[in-house]
């Protein structure tokens, strides 16, 4: 091999993924590092993709893959390795520049036919990707300003708002006489379906306890919505069914943005002590329990996913006991998400919290399925811990939640 030919190899091995990536034209979802889409070769969906971090690619739809811009420029091209004048095209494209020794390359023809094709592909992913994020953020944004607007509308609790103290009282969370964060709207619209003309329809309006998520700066970046019901025990929260499959609604929303936020409940962010779990309830009805210390800022995340983040796929494991059927009804073994955070996250993947908070107090949730909750408790954990910071997990009953025992505490005292 001619010393140039060997240098131009060794220039092409050295290539990483992503700068592969850009030369082949790929699609850049935008989501991190993993970057799935059909297969220029195989066709599909999303049978391919590639990883900037790991610096992998894989096709499922070929069986292939590897750590090499080479290889997945030769099986994008269809290119076949073990063919010499194949093999230095794929370094070409690579590259980006023609192979030194012209004598074994493909025809001229046939090279600037493949150049237009990955030049229109590149084109092709940029226009896309462009409208796309494009819309996304719009839309968020969008979701963003009506999410603040909720809030911004809503009372503060104290002097207004008695029927969220109402309410917090009637679910086990003990007298709350103000909230610096939590806030009152006596009717507000429960948007679900649309009408005939594709106009959203108000399916009720009613009472809700409006809460903020904030960033880390204390800005509301979104809202959750509970309607409110004091007539309907036990959760208190209006009955709300789908017109067309009567199947139960949820009574709470979010709205805007939640991911990467958290919902303060009571105290200030500044404090080194912070108690908080999945749900409002669960941390007000704590929070009563420990008479609202002065020392302690109670939170909630939201959903279970904004309190753990998401896991390692590697950590994934069989529930011991459950099975879930599949698409033909058969019962299969039900996979559950690993006690392990996934690496290489965004500060975005689960809630904050401070860099000064010396003991988190997790809640977990006891009417949850258990085996989920210890892992995601467990992934929680390992997300949030820091040197000096001590993080012990909270259960409730089994069977229960720290709202329902309060309750029920408090049924049996009076
Ligand atoms: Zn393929």
């Known amino acids: 091999m001619q010393a140039a030919v060997a240098l131009f190899v060794e220039d092409a091995r050295s290539v990483p993924i992503v700068d592969a990536a850009k030369k082949l034209g790929l699609k850049f979802s935008g989501n991190r590092h993993e970057h799935p889409q059909p297969c220029p070769q195989c066709g599909g969906?999303?049978?391919?993709a590639f990883n900037t971090a790991k610096n992998?690619?894989?096709?499922?739809?070929?069986?292939?893959?590897?750590?090499d811009g080479i290889g997945m420029a030769a099986h994008c091209e269809g290119l076949d390795l073990h063919r010499r004048a194949h093999f230095l095209e794929a370094c070409a494209i690579v590259l980006g520049q023609p192979i030194p020794d012209e004598a074994e390359q493909e025809s001229a023809e046939e090279r600037s036919r493949s150049l237009r094709r990955i030049e229109q592909r590149r084109r092709q992913n940029e226009t896309n990707a462009a409208g796309k994020s494009g819309t996304q953020l719009e839309f968020r944004e969008r979701e963003r300003q009506r999410a603040r607007a909720i809030y911004d509308a809503a009372a503060p609790v104290g002097k207004y708002g008695r029927p969220v103290a109402d309410y917090l009282a009637a679910r086990g969370c003990g007298e709350i006489s103000s909230s610096r964060w939590l806030r009152y709207a006596s009717s507000l619209a429960y948007w679900h379906g649309q009408d005939e003309r594709g106009h959203p329809v108000a399916l009720h309006a009613g009472p809700a306890m409006i809460a903020p998520f904030v960033d880390r700066s204390l800005v509301a970046i979104g809202c959750h919505i509970t309607w409110l019901d004091l007539a309907c025990a036990p959760k208190f929260r209006p009955q709300l069914f789908d017109p067309a499959s009567s199947e139960l609604l949820p009574s709470k929303k979010m709205r805007g943005l939640k991911k990467g936020g958290l919902?303060?409940?009571?105290?200030?962010?500044?404090?080194?002590?912070?108690?908080?779990?999945?749900?409002?309830?669960?941390?007000?009805a704590f929070a009563c329990w420990e008479n609202w210390r002065p020392d302690t800022f109670y939170f909630a995340a939201g959903d279970l996913g904004n309190l753990a983040g998401p896991a390692d796929p590697a950590s994934r494991f069989v529930h011991p006991v459950l099975?879930?059927?599949?698409?033909?009804?058969?019962?299969?073994?039900?996979?559950?998400?690993?006690?392990?955070p996934r690496p290489n996250q965004d500060a975005h993947d689960a809630m904050w919290v401070a860099q000064h908070v010396t003991e988190l107090v997790l809640l977990a949730d006891g009417d949850s399925e258990r085996v989920m909750t210890a892992a995601a408790m467990a992934r929680a954990r390992a997300r949030h811990a820091r040197p000096g910071r001590a993080i012990p997990i909270v259960w409730p009953r089994p069977g229960s939640d720290f709202a329902s025992m309060a309750a029920e505490a408090a049924k049996r005292v009076a």
Do not use: H, Q, Y
């Open 263 to 284: 919902i303060p409940l009571f105290g200030d962010p500044s404090a080194r002590r912070w108690v908080g779990g999945e749900g409002i309830e669960n941390g007000a």
């Open 45 to 48: 969906s999303d049978t391919f």
């Open 323 to 340: 099975k879930t059927p599949d698409a033909k009804g058969v019962a299969r073994p039900l996979m559950i998400a690993g006690p392990i």
């Open 56 to 67: 992998k690619w894989n096709c499922r739809a070929g069986g292939a893959g590897g750590n």
